[in-house]
């Protein structure tokens, strides 16, 4: 099964972003502009800024957790 990292973007303030990890991308945005997901209520709506899909669920939990790094959150701004 794919595991897919993704990025969100606040459309209420562009500044912030979210980094997560799921099997179905269109489910969990819709978790998070619901205000299901405590984490990111207060800044929602969310756009899906991108994603990238593994086939690997060790590749992408390491991935996942190297975006959330100050290294990882340099290189997202940057290239992603």
Partial sequence: MLKYVYILQSELDLS??????????????AKHNSGAVKHTAKFRPWRLKTYIAFTDTDQAVAFEKYLKSGSGRAFAKKRL
């Fill in 16 to 29: 912030h972003y979210y980094t997560g990890i799921t099997n179905n991308v269109e489910n969990r945005l």
